[in-house]
């Protein structure tokens, strides 16, 4: 009896162990977004998706970004997805663009993946999926845009090239006097000055790198209600935006592209459109340390763009709540919401960085407004 009782105990003791463990194995379900709060996906692990972006496809948003090591920032895995049918609750669905162990491989372990971006193509019925790239061992020289395809939209997505955007080509908004210009780099070695501004605004940059192509660092891409599709990103040292058309398939540049705000050190931009007017949210450039946001519109991607005030309020708006804009999603579904995410870097442990996901309010005049909220529910949109 005593024996059959000893082994009822172990029994029991077991299954309380499994359930306990089962337990923390599984996040419960939310039904809220918490800003900056670890976020957990459907094991229970903090999401792996910095400087990520999302895509609505099926009925489901998929959420890409870049996987981060507790010690690196650089690559060691790759672009991870997750998926789900709420915004709150991910399922992760695993590493969708892998780094490669070929040492001669441009996307080998170690380099540098920023700032994935996922789009349909409905044409060609391809997931393409654009990155910012540095090579490995070469810091931020590189600034190279790579590009990669899937049939399916969780990956593996199959890597096609890295390069710098449109080589040999001025951009469209370039004037005929400033393409005959000569500006040489070597004689604008003090920045910041009158005279180097007015030679970064006459095309410094986009001249001497003319022929190898423009950089290419922060970055996101855009589809327009047509179907066409545009790379934003930083480029000429990052002080200047270019907007680049991308062809047909999504998986190249077309040639047409323009520059926007010169001198005007803007990263991380992040793009929307609501009643044809195309809103762009930015950061200035201070590597991983948040600053002030920056906003910008224009009645077509073309421009003319204008630039408008921060368009954060309330503690910490200079400092975009600690954050740097990513990304902006439509809710499917409702009206006019639209939620802008950022990321809260944690350069010492770049793994236990932060997703700060608002919605995005409409002042006077319909200019976008940013406000802080520790806790929120997409019932914040019907409510307006
Ligand atoms: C940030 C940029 C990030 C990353 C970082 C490196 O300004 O937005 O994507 O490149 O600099 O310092």
Redesign the pocket.
Known sequence: MLKVNKIFMVLCVLMAFSTNTMMQCQSKEQAYFSPGKLWQDNTGTHINAH?GGTLYYNGRYYWFGEHKSDTT?SALVGVMCYSSSDLYNWKKEGVAFSVEENRNSDITKGCIM??PKVVYNKKTGKFVLWF?LELKGQG?VAARVGVAVSDQITGPYKFLRSYRPNPGIYPANMTDKQKKLTLNARDYDKWWTPKWYKAVSDGLFVKRDLNSGQMS??MTIFVDDDGKAYHIYSSEENLTLQIAELTDDYLGHTGKYIRIFPGGHN??PAVFKKDGVYWMIT?G????DPNEARMFSAPSIWGPWKQHPNPCVGNDAKLTFYS?STFIQKVEGKKDAYIFMADIWRPEHPIDARYVWLPIQFGKDGIPVLQWMDSWNLDFFSLK
């Open positions: 400087g920032s920023e700032r910012h931020y660092r922060d990263e991380a950061s450039c201070t590597g991983w740097q």
